[in-house]
């Protein structure tokens, strides 16, 4: 995508205030543009809300049947309230929530703040271009700092057959996870996408086994057979479902889905930042996962990972709105913290449980600054090129310009986030458009301006991210 390729390239150090600059005024034209054209997204959304996308698998495409449409025909048949309420009330109000489900699956979207949404849902990110290319990014800053499109030892030793990624998005990651599994030889892997909203392309004209199916994840039981996957992908979904009873509920969903050995992963990020504290490197087990922190210029968390809050004030003020807006919703603020503690919950259904979390600067550290300034002579700088020859050059600061453009592409969809939460934000901030849009425009300024120490670039702020997985146990 056109629009990610400052994720592969990012400035050196001397082109470092242009680039910033540049950026900053594309954002401020973007919102502009909003502002004045209030349907501005590329897709018509009339013709969006009456159609429903139904991508065809490659086998089902032989037999001449859609897979998409084979499994929603399928789902009135699964559906046990369907099936059990036989009383004219029951079977009216049954009727009823069906029709309704299959209206928001017609009419998926509306215009809201100058920006698409999804119509008669909780969830408070719009679905427009802007902020599909923020979720792409992260799901690429994810596959970079983890090395890989799934974390799980246990899919690359056992490549599965049939992939499923719920709340699929655009299905970035699903056209990742197949690079992935092209690299290790596996060229037949059949994905399924499901999501609420028709946003994926059709991967087939890729050279991807894919189908897609519209449904409401949290409408269950969802639309396929009993241990139908190998794999189900969970990605970004800590805005869709409440942490606690509706998000266990739809965790045992997808675990009855997966084949028993089959991989549960859960990727995601927190929402509320904070600062990383000078500290030695965690003694990892796992020396491949240190060697790709240390390629990144990121660092593992562990448990004793040191941190403290946001030292930035801008970021101090949009932490504080965040915490309180998605606290009103009941969303967490920091599910990084609580994913674990879920999958542990399940000691009867899986096993062989691992994490990863990494924490990504969002600049160069000042602690960074100091040491390569007062610590490294010129034999460590000569040796430290050496060593990430190909990869970039080195820059004054002693990063290569991959791990500056790394962190300059975490700032950047931190920055789109806040923006993409902004009615929320100015809602529980009490600012009215003119003092949002100061606030903004100074926060913008503050963060991206390179020249100034004092800015989030060396006060420690980092993105956190994460993997878990596990494996479906046999019953007993």
């Excluded at 399928?74 to 036989?86: K, L, Q």
């Excluded at 100061?438 to 926060?443: E, F, G």
């Excluded at 963060?447 to 994460?466: I, R, W």
Aim: proline share 7%; glycine share 6%.
């Amino acid at each position: 995508m056109d629009g990610m390729a400052f994720a592969y390239w990012g400035p050196t150090s001397s082109d470092q205030q242009r680039f910033t600059a540049a950026r900053t005024a594309e954002l401020a034209k973007e919102r502009e543009r909003r502002r004045t054209e209030p349907d501005y997204t590329t897709i018509d959304t009339t013709a969006a809300g009456n159609f429903i996308e139904r991508s065809i698998s490659i086998d089902s495409a032989k037999s001449g049947v859609s897979g998409a449409t084979t499994v929603q025909q399928n789902h009135g048949a699964m559906d046990p309230i369907r099936r059990s309420n036989t009383t004219g009330s029951s079977s009216s109000s049954s009727s009823q929530s069906e029709a309704g489900h299959r209206d928001l699956l017609n009419h998926p979207y509306e215009l809201r703040h100058g920006r698409r949404y999804l119509r008669e849902l909780p969830y408070p990110l719009p679905v427009d271009l802007p902020e599909i290319q923020r979720q792409n990014l992260r799901t690429l800053l994810g596959c970079r700092v983890f090395s890989r499109a799934v974390c799980s030892p246990h899919v690359a030793q056992n490549v599965p057959q049939k992939v499923l990624e719920v709340g699929c998005g655009s299905a970035y990651w699903s056209a990742a996870c197949h690079d992935y599994f092209c690299s290790l030889g596996y060229t037949d892997v059949a994905f399924t996408g499901l999501d609420v909203a028709p946003l994926p392309p059709n991967l087939n004209k890729q050279g991807i086994n894919w189908t897609f199916v519209q449904h409401d994840i949290r409408r269950m039981p969802l639309p396929f057979d009993d241990e139908e996957f190998d794999l189900v992908m969970l990605k970004d979904l800590s805005l869709v479902l409440q942490i606690g009873v509706p998000f266990q509920k739809f965790l045992d969903e997808n675990i009855r889905l997966l084949r028993v050995g089959g991989t549960l992963e859960i990727w995601e990020s927190d929402h509320v930042l904070r600062s990383l504290l000078p500290h030695p490197p965690p003694m990892s087990k796992q020396l491949a996962d240190q060697r790709v922190a240390d390629q990144t210029a990121t660092f593992l968390i562990a448990p004793g990972t040191p941190f403290a809050p946001a030292q930035n004030t801008f970021l101090q003020r949009a932490n504080a709105w965040i915490q309180e807006a998605l606290d009103a919703k009941k969303l967490p603020p920091t599910p990084c913290a609580r994913i674990a503690q879920v999958l542990y919950q399940e000691p009867e259904s899986l096993g062989n449980v691992g994490m990863r979390r990494v924490a990504i600067p969002l600049g160069e550290l000042r602690w960074e600054r100091d040491s390569h300034k007062h610590t490294r002579s010129n034999s460590d700088v000569t040796n430290a090129a050496s060593k990430n020859k190909g990869k970039g050059k080195l820059s004054e600061s002693g990063l290569t310009q991959d791990q500056l453009a790394l962190r300059q592409t975490a700032l950047l969809t931190v920055l789109q986030m806040i923006e993409s939460l902004e009615p929320l934000l100015k809602e529980v901030s009490g600012k009215n458009s003119e003092e949002w849009s100061h606030w903004w425009a100074s926060m913008m300024v503050d963060l991206l301006d390179p020249s100034d120490s004092s800015k989030a670039a060396s006060t420690g702020e980092v993105l956190e991210v994460g993997a878990w997985w596990a494996t479906k146990l046999p019953p007993e």
